[in-house]
């Protein structure tokens, strides 16, 4: 059974630090990795990773895929008050199955 | 663009009622879903449909139908509604299977 894992569950930091928000899978047939930020209400989407080493950035937020290892993580710099939020780790296996795998995801508060 | 759009917000149901979520996009997306949102227990696919005209089974179907009415709308009903159904409803919408975007959601409440 797929699986992902994300680390911390949760998180408290003061603006400025900086986080670096794990996700782990177990997953067959592996195509993509989504994360998004959630939040009150919607999720709404931060990157998508296909291939491995190549870090996505915007603005403060970067990311970066290891399909060996079988993890990402997801790094914010300068934290401001408005980054918390859950931020949710998604897998997508290939084939004609439209299946995402979603992680539990990881809460992030941010503190002034 | 309004991007991906539900309605309504907040229902409230006893045990046995019936009722549909309307999600509607306007991004001439191919392909809709429909998730639904517990504690502890993270998104979670209930239908999907790949292009207008198919509909397939998610990972939670039971107790719920859906129908692609075209390509902008994609229903979610409930025909007799339990407390279990109790939970956040998300529809979303995607041009390729990747990348979904999400609507607000709907807080359904069944008693």
């Known amino acids: 059974e797929d699986k992902v894992v994300q680390s911390p569950l949760s998180l408290v930091v003061h603006e400025g630090d900086t986080v670096t928000l794990n996700c782990s899978y177990e997953v067959t047939n592996f195509r993509s990795l989504l994360w998004y930020k959630q939040e009150k209400k919607a999720p709404t989407f931060l990157f998508m990773l296909?291939?491995?080493?190549i870090e996505k950035k915007s603005g403060r937020l970067s990311s970066i895929l290891d399909k060996k290892e079988l993890f990402s993580i997801l790094n914010i710099t300068a934290t401001q008050t408005g980054d918390s939020a859950v931020y949710l780790c998604?897998?997508?296996?290939?084939?004609?199955?439209?299946?995402?795998?979603f992680g539990k995801g990881t809460l992030l508060t941010v503190n002034p | 663009n309004a991007g991906v759009t539900q309605t309504p917000k907040f229902q409230v149901l006893k045990t046995g009622q019936s009722m549909t979520l309307q999600c509607a996009q306007d991004?001439?997306?191919?392909?809709m879903y429909w998730y639904r949102q517990d504690p502890g227990m993270g998104l979670r696919l209930i239908y999907y449909s790949a292009s207008e005209g198919t509909t397939d089974k998610g990972e939670v179907p039971n107790g719920y139908n859906v129908s692609r009415l075209n390509k902008r709308e994609f229903s979610l009903r409930l025909e007799s509604a339990a407390p279990s159904q109790t939970s956040v409803y998300f529809c979303?919408?995607?041009?390729?299977?990747?990348?979904?975007?999400f609507g607000p959601g709907t807080r359904l409440t069944v008693l």
């Open positions: 991004m001439n997306h191919n392909s």
């Open positions: 979303a919408s995607s041009l390729s299977t990747d990348t979904q975007y």
């Open positions: 998604v897998w997508r296996s290939g084939g004609s199955n439209y299946k995402l795998t």
């Open positions: 296909t291939s491995s080493g």
